[in-house]
């Protein structure tokens, strides 16, 4: 009786694997277009980034007016305050909001990278710490090469994460509609012969 329950999710992802597959080619569509055209790519995700902050600004001002308190009314307005210009400022320059975010992606990522390498060297007696180390090194070195080239490649840096992304998750939604096309693992064969049928 479990099986049946396990196997009821599967054959309802299994029907519609032809929606995943869509979603996979349209998300890689839109990322090789975001491949061609860096600039265009880049502009498009401060947009997204200054809905976001347009989004939690209000958020956090409509919360203002819930909580009592004159400190807590002060914190929430003042942060939706600074969501909404932040937001507002990506809209009329995107291209000075870029730089900004390019700068941050690049402090980011040599934090993150530093981080990655003394936990790393902190696992030095487990195994594959070597890996660890190598990642965070990698990650650093980015930053620091992003940081390098700033302010002119911010112009197109957010515009290949962004087409990046989309391509990888283009090509994981193609992999995992094709995937549950061929239905589940056949589990017979890791059975124990006591459970088998004969």
Same mark, same amino acid.
């Given at each position: 009786?479990?099986?049946? /329950?396990?196997?009821?999710?599967? &054959?309802?992802?299994?029907?519609?694997?032809?929606?995943?597959?869509?979603? %996979?080619?349209? #998300?890689?569509?839109?990322?090789?277009?975001?491949? %061609?055209?860096?600039?265009?790519?880049?502009?498009?995700?401060?947009?997204?980034?200054?809905? +976001?902050? #347009? /989004?939690? %600004?209000?958020?956090?001002?409509?919360?203002?007016?819930?909580? $009592?308190?004159?400190?807590?009314?002060?914190?929430?307005?003042?942060?939706?305050?600074?969501?909404?210009?932040?937001?507002?400022?990506?809209?009329?320059?995107?291209?000075?909001? &870029?730089?900004?975010?390019? +700068?941050?992606? &690049? #402090?980011?990522?040599?934090?993150?990278?530093?981080?990655?390498?003394?936990? %790393?060297?902190?696992?030095?007696?487990? $195994?594959?710490?070597?890996?660890?180390?190598?990642?965070?090194?990698?990650?650093?070195?980015? =930053?620091?090469?992003?940081? +390098?080239?700033?302010?002119?490649?911010?112009?197109?840096i957010l515009g290949l994460f962004l087409a990046a992304d989309l391509t990888i998750q283009g090509w994981t939604m193609i992999a995992f509609g094709l995937g549950i096309r061929s =239905?589940?693992?056949?589990?017979?064969?890791?059975?124990?012969? &006591?459970?088998?049928?004969?």
């Amino acid at each position: 009786m479990t099986d049946v /329950f396990n196997a009821v999710p599967t &054959s309802q992802l299994q029907s519609k694997w032809i929606w995943f597959v869509g979603l %996979g080619v349209l #998300l890689l569509v839109c990322g090789l277009i975001a491949l %061609g055209n860096l600039m265009l790519a880049t502009v498009v995700s401060v947009y997204y980034v200054g809905m +976001l902050m #347009l /989004f939690g %600004g209000v958020t956090y001002l409509v919360h203002a007016f819930q909580v $009592r308190g004159w400190d807590h009314v002060l914190f929430w307005v003042l942060s939706g305050l600074l969501y909404v210009l932040a937001g507002i400022c990506a809209f009329i320059n995107p291209i000075l909001t &870029s730089a900004a975010l390019t +700068l941050f992606l &690049s #402090l980011a990522l040599v934090v993150a990278g530093v981080f990655r390498t003394w936990v %790393g060297m902190r696992m030095k007696p487990t $195994r594959r710490w070597r890996f660890i180390v190598a990642s965070g090194v990698i990650t650093a070195l980015a =930053g620091f090469v992003i940081a +390098l080239g700033w302010p002119v490649n911010s112009l197109w840096i957010l515009g290949l994460f962004l087409a990046a992304d989309l391509t990888i998750q283009g090509w994981t939604m193609i992999a995992f509609g094709l995937g549950i096309r061929s =239905g589940p693992v056949d589990s017979g064969a890791s059975a124990p012969l &006591s459970d088998r049928s004969f």
